[in-house]
């Protein structure tokens, strides 16, 4: 069975500072997507980034880039600069083919992100 | 831009009771799904729905029902409803096959008591 993995369920960081979440998976795929998605207190799930497979080039978006190592299976998500605005709880998900043309995507249980001042 | 919008956002039902928590988005996607969300569980995948008029089951579908009659409107459907069923629901939509990522909405915290 195809699984991802968040090994921290709550991290904390200061303000300004650096901070990785992690993320393994386990997959026979060779083409597939992983992502990571932000859920703040407000409860509504916003994504934060996106890696294609195929692609060696680490995505980077703003002050949120990965570390995508795809031998090994981690896709580690890095915060710089934390502003009080990033705590949230971080969800990482690959999606998989579930058949024909249809993907399914497969959820992490979370890690709780809280910045402090 | 709304993107996707749920209704309502809370809603306490007694047992036995049913519901119809709806959705719909302006996006023009043709993908819609449907999540509840427990605590330390993760999201599970209850419906899903690739056109309008084409819906399938997800991991967890026994106690709901869907339709898509249109490609805005995806209502999740509750008959008799069990405190099982006690969760944060999320509808989301996607372009194509979600492969740049679901929108989601802002969810609804379903109490059963």
């Known amino acids: 069975a195809q699984t991802v993995t968040q090994s921290q369920p709550e991290m904390s960081v200061q303000e300004a500072e650096t901070v990785t979440l992690s993320c393994t998976y386990d997959t026979s795929e060779n083409n597939y997507y992983l992502f990571w998605y932000k859920q703040p207190p407000s409860r509504q799930m916003i994504l934060v980034i996106r890696?294609?497979?195929?692609k060696q080039q680490n995505a980077t978006e703003n002050r949120f880039s990965v570390n995508f190592q795809k031998a090994a299976k981690s896709f580690s998500l890095k915060i710089s600069d934390s502003q009080l605005g990033d705590t949230a709880m971080y969800f990482c998900?690959?999606?998989?083919?579930?058949?024909?043309?249809?993907?399914?995507?497969?959820w992490g249980l979370g890690t709780s992100l809280a910045v402090n001042p | 831009n709304a993107g996707v919008t749920q209704t309502p956002k809370f809603r306490i039902l007694k047992i036995g009771q049913s519901m119809t928590l709806q959705c719909t988005q302006d996006m023009n996607h043709n993908y819609m799904y449907w999540y509840r969300q427990d605590p330390g569980m993760g999201l599970k995948l209850i419906y899903y729905?690739?056109?309008?008029?084409?819906?399938d089951k997800g991991e967890v579908p026994n106690g709901y029902n869907v339709s898509r009659s249109t490609t805005e409107d995806f209502p999740l459907r509750l008959e008799l409803a069990a405190p099982s069923q006690t969760s944060v629901y999320f509808c989301a939509s996607s372009y194509r096959q979600g492969l740049y990522g679901y929108t989601f909405g802002s969810g609804t915290r379903l109490t059963v008591v």
């Open positions: 998900a690959f999606m998989k083919h579930d058949g024909g043309n249809n993907r399914k995507l497969i």
């Open positions: 729905s690739v056109g309008a008029g084409i819906t």
């Open positions: 890696q294609e497979a195929y």
